[in-house]
Nanobody, 125 residues
Framework: QLQLVESGGGLVQPGGSLRLSCAAS????????IGWFRQAPGEGLQGVAC????????WYVDSVKGRFTISRDNAKNTVYLQMNSLKPDDTATYYC??????????????????WGPGTQVTVSS
């Protein structure tokens, strides 16, 4: 079964940092672009960041530019999202998605469901 398992979320104060991990299960990430998405309560799903299969290309939503960094370690079959200077507006459940080679192909869902369980990030004092 193809799955992406997110981890690393938690409760953090404004200005703090977290590093999220997205680990692949049932396949290798080498040929896949990986994207991070988030969904706050009562809101729709929002794309946050993406990295191409080669790692040469990245994308960030404007609200996280300069604060979040996406990276990948294919040897560990894992993609990371380093989140610094966190704000209360970053509070959400974070999910990752995949697509072949390019960020334009990334889909947050597979067979009608999310790739993984997501990880909760709460930014609050």
């Amino acid at each position: 079964q193809l799955q992406l398992v997110e981890s690393g979320g938690g409760l953090v104060q404004p200005g703090g940092s977290l590093r999220l991990s997205c680990a692949a299960s049932g396949f290798t990430l080498d040929d896949y672009a990986i994207g991070w998405f988030r969904q706050a309560p009562g809101e729709g799903l929002q794309g946050v960041a993406c990295i191409s299969a080669s790692g040469d290309s990245t994308w960030y939503v404007d609200s996280v530019k300069g604060r979040f960094t996406i990276s990948r370690d294919n040897a560990k079959n894992t993609v990371y999202l380093q989140m610094n200077s966190l704000k209360p507006d970053d509070t959400a459940t974070y999910y990752c998605g995949a697509g072949l080679y390019y960020c334009s192909a990334v889909d947050a869902r597979i067979n009608g469901r999310s790739w993984g369980p997501g990880t909760q990030v709460t930014v609050s004092s």
